[in-house]
Structures are given as structure tokens and as C-alpha cells.
């Protein structure tokens, strides 16, 4: 099945299951997120349960787009706060496509697609020590669009910015051998920073 189909299917799925909330008490969180977040998935609800109401849709190597129809789903629920962790598969595209400026225009509409949702927290991308595999431009370009999600954000005042690429900067024991994906030392630290975002929303 061609690449685009897949993440459609993916999609799809994922807005068949609907948004329901797990845990009984607190506030109502919503996250979303490409492979990273779903690398660090269990460790993140778990971290978050005890005192939130969770929802979370996650689909690998999806890019930008692929996930609007998701947020828009997550919105329409009036969570609290809505986390989105997105566009690391769209900085090889920015990269090398003629078109790459769509990834700028598709981040600044999910942030606006969460406009009136009290706390949002983005999750910035990893800059440093990625594997030139995905793209050899990949320190650069994550690094201009992580500059227009600060801009962005700046103009946003419900909008939070976790700095993923300042965090995991020298350590690399939080990375696989992409530089990118998750050991399990990773997994547990995005979710506690993940929570202390959360946490600070209220």
C-alpha cells in the first residue's frame, strides 16, 4: 500500500475510535503526535492518569495534515489542555521540497484550530544529532521551523512551547542510534516534561 494511503488508513482509524477519556478525576487532557509521541505513549498516559482525564491519538510518520483532522476531533471535546507533539516527519520534506513552506502554514492552522482551548503545549522538534539518513539538512531546517513555532506561539498566548531540542541536547542516552526515537531513558523523560507542561497549565 503507497505511503499516503497508509497514513490515511492510520488516520481514519484513528478518528473511528472517538476521544474517549480515560481516568476517573481531573482535568481533561488531550495529546497528539507523530512516532515520537508514540514511541513514549504508555509512559506518557501513565504519568498523566493519576490526577488527568486522558485522551491520546498517535500515528507514526505522520506529517502535519495527516493529524489536522485529529486536533480538530481533540478540540471539539473542550479538553483543558491539548498537547501536540508534531512535524518531525515534515522536516525532511521542508527540507527538500519546493513546497516545504506548506509545513509553516499547516503548523500555524493547528495552532489556530486550538484557539479557545485554555492551555495548549507544544512539544517542539529534536535539532542536534539526528541521523543525516532522514535528511542532511535536518539540524537547520528543525531548527527554522521551531523558530516559527516560538513565533507563533509568541502571538498565542494560550500556547506553550516545551523546548524537546534544548532538553535533549547532550543526551544522548535519551535516543536510539537515529538520534531521534526514544530509549527508554527517553521515553520517561519527554513524559515527565510532558506532565510538568501539564501541570503548569492549571
Known sequence: MPRRLLLAAVVLALLATGCDYTGSVGPRVALTGDSIMDNGRPRIVAKL????????????????????????????????????????PDVEFAAENPYG????QKMRELMDITRGVPCVVWVNIKENGVSPYYTPAWQSQATKLNDF???????????????WAALGAGRPDWFQADGLHLTELGR??????IDAAVRGCS
Open 49 to 88: 492518569q493519576p490526577d488527568h482525564r486522558v485522551t491520546i491519538l498517535t500515528a507514526p510518520a505522520a506529517h502535519i495534515w495527516d493529524l489536522r483532522g485529529v486536533v480538530q476531533l481533540q478540540r471539539n471535546t473542550n479538553p483543558h489542555v491539548m498537547v501536540l507533539q508534531v512535524a518531525s
Open 101 to 104: 513552506f506548506v509545513v509553516s
Open 188 to 193: 520517561a523523560a519527554l513524559a515527565s516534561h
Open 149 to 163: 513555532a516560538a513565533a507563533l506561539a509568541a502571538n498565542r498566548p494560550w500556547v506553550r512551547i516545551v523546548d
